[in-house]
C-alpha cells in the first residue's frame, strides 16, 4: 500500500504562484507512475502532469504547458508540482494520484493510490 498526502493549497491572485507537493509512504516505487490530477464540482478529474517511471517521457495537458513543472524526488519520495502565471481557470481540487506500473495515462481509473486532494482557488 502507498498513502499519498498533498499540501501547498492556497487562494493566489491571477498571475501567482504556487508549489504543491505530495508525499508518499508506505510501498513507494521510484519505478511507480505518479501524477497530478485536478477536478471541479460537476467536471470529469483530469490529469494535469504526469512522471511515468523509467524512461517514458513527463506529459502535461496543454492547458498546463509552459506553465507547471512536475518533478519527483526519489530519496525523498516526493512529487511536486510548481504552477506559475496561475488563471482561474486552474482553480481545482488538485489530487497526487499513482499507480503500482511504470506506465501513466490521462484516465484516472487506472490509478490505485490517491492522495485527499489541496484546494487551489485562483481569483482574476
Known amino acids: 500500500q502507498v498513502k499519498l498526502e498533498e499540501s501547498g493549497g492556497a487562494s493566489v491572485q491571477a498571475g501567482g504562484s504556487l508549489r504543491l507537493s505530495c508525499a508518499a509512504s508506505?510501498?513507494?516505487?521510484?519505478?511507480?507512475?505518479m501524477g497530478w490530477f485536478r477536478q471541479v464540482p460537476g467536471k470529469k478529474r483530469e490529469a494535469v502532469a504526469l512522471?511515468?517511471?523509467?524512461?517514458?517521457?513527463?506529459w502535461y495537458a496543454d492547458s498546463v504547458k509552459g506553465r507547471f513543472t512536475i518533478s519527483k524526488d526519489d530519496a525523498k519520495n516526493t512529487l511536486d508540482l510548481q504552477m506559475n502565471s496561475l488563471k482561474p481557470e486552474d482553480t481545482a481540487m488538485y489530487s497526487c494520484?499513482?499507480?503500482?506500473?511504470?506506465?501513466?495515462?490521462?484516465?484516472?481509473?487506472?490509478?490505485?493510490?490517491w492522495g485527499q486532494g489541496t484546494q487551489v482557488t485562483v481569483s482574476s
Open positions: 494520484a499513482g499507480r503500482s506500473d511504470s506506465i501513466c495515462y490521462v484516465e484516472d481509473s487506472p490509478y490505485n493510490y
Open positions: 508506505g510501498d513507494a516505487n521510484s519505478d511507480y507512475c
Open positions: 512522471f511515468p517511471g523509467r524512461t517514458f517521457g513527463i
